[in-house]
């Protein structure tokens, strides 16, 4: 079989991953144009190697696009800037929790405090901890269960 | 990355991380190295250029050398030696731990467990269950020899080299070697691990010859497995008695 570049595959992934729900993204009139792609893939990749991970099969980008579409604070001239930031502040959290959060919870905890504590600011997310992310939800409680533990 | 072992690397990220899109870098690095060494024991004969069939065959193997693992571990611990040496004396348990916590499927190249009983001959360059099935070998043939010698003998061996015998990880079949290796070399037929004060003159002077040490082996052991892992077990022996004074013998063999 042949040796692929996963770099680019991962590149022509996530360029289709987020075309894919364009359609959504336009309703609340988010559509991401071409070059905004090409710089979330950038980004995405450099948040990837930053934090010493790799993502294998698709991105968590488009999750993260899907989820705060629809946030009241989200405005379009800054949103491919804020998907960027989101996106390295989810890679920073999954290394903060050993991977002991699965990708949709964590998401929607960050979709939580982005709306409360972050005030909409995406910025004031990349600064916060695990433990205040986690806060409040059954991640942040003390608990007998070995599977679960206070961040 | 070929493409095949990148589709196998999913499947088995996937186990790891769930649905989960992304994991850590060295959890990758340690299912592509699972990976690997699984393919290395997949058969000669099936490694046809098909990664799929190379994988599936070495997941096999790996499979059926848990299952000769587990045998050899039951005549290991059937093979022991009665000796109150704690790190001794721990190894069975601590194969079992390797057992429980062995995942063949994702990281079946480690070796998770704690194995401090050193072997005279230590096992290098080997992974996950191939480790264990090489050192449950080696564990079984020292205890064969240390079977041949009276239990009493071995403890006064023991007592003479080590204070701490009782906690200590070195190897005992070593030891019992190098002493019964030098009663060949004093002429001294009967096993046993003691060297009388008036023969330690007639082991340095033969320690010193060409071929001595290993045709005291050869007196000792049958041609085989066995005899091939006495004569690398002592093969240090020559250069340490060319090193030792009369009384430095001493702190090697006990008197009687």
Redesign the interface.
């Known amino acids: 079989?042949?040796?692929?570049d996963?770099s680019l595959l991962r590149r022509e992934l996530l360029a289709r991953d987020l075309r894919g729900i364009q359609g959504v993204l336009d309703r609340y009139g988010l559509a991401l144009s071409e070059g905004e792609i090409a710089a979330i893939a950038d980004a995405r990749a450099d948040a990837?190697g930053d934090t010493?991970?790799?993502?294998?099969?698709?991105?968590?980008v488009r999750?993260i696009a899907y989820a705060f579409c629809d946030s009241p604070y989200i405005e379009r001239d800054s949103w491919a800037d804020t998907l960027c930031s989101l996106t390295a502040s989810f890679?920073y959290f999954?290394?903060e929790s050993d991977?002991l959060i699965?990708?949709?919870d964590l998401i929607a905890m960050m979709r939580t405090r982005f709306d409360g504590d972050c005030g909409g600011s995406a910025e004031a997310m990349e600064y916060m901890d695990i433990s205040d992310l986690v806060r409040g939800t059954r991640y942040g409680h003390e608990t007998d269960d070995p599977d679960l533990r206070l961040f | 990355m070929n493409e095949a072992v990148y589709e196998i690397l999913l499947e088995k990220a996937r186990i790891v991380s769930g649905d989960d899109t992304s994991l850590r870098r060295e959890t990758a690095q340690e299912l592509l190295a699972s990976i690997a060494y699984v393919m290395s024991r997949a058969p000669a004969a099936l490694t046809d250029g098909n990664v799929y069939t190379q994988f599936a065959a070495g997941e096999r193997a790996v499979e059926e050398d848990v299952r000769r693992a587990v045998a050899l571990h039951a005549a290991a611990v059937g093979s022991m030696a009665d000796l109150p040496v704690a790190p001794y004396r721990e190894t069975p348990e601590q194969v079992s731990v390797f057992f429980k916590k062995y995942r063949w499927d994702i990281f079946a190249n480690e070796i998770p467990c704690m194995l401090d009983y050193q072997l005279a001959v230590p096992v290098e360059g080997a992974q996950g269950v191939t480790y264990i099935i090489e050192y449950l070998t080696r564990f079984i043939m020292e205890n064969a020899f240390l079977s041949r010698f009276d239990t009493g003998d071995i403890v006064r061996l023991l007592t003479a080299q080590m204070p701490d015998w009782r906690i200590s990880i070195l190897n005992i079949y070593e030891a019992v070697l190098w002493s019964a290796v030098a009663r060949k070399l004093a002429g001294m037929e009967k096993l046993g691990t003691a060297v009388p004060d008036e023969c330690l003159d007639r082991v340095l002077a033969r320690g010193a010859e060409k071929g001595a040490i290993e045709g005291a082996v050869c007196e000792l052991f049958a041609e085989g497995a066995q005899r091939d892992y006495a004569l690398v077990s002592a093969g240090e022996l020559g250069a340490r008695l060319a090193q030792s004074s009369r009384e430095g013998l001493r702190g090697l063999f006990p008197a009687g």
Do not use: H, Q, T, Y
């Open positions: 079989m042949a040796d692929m996963i990837v010493g991970r790799v993502e294998l099969g698709r991105s968590i999750d890679f999954k290394n991977d699965p990708d949709e």
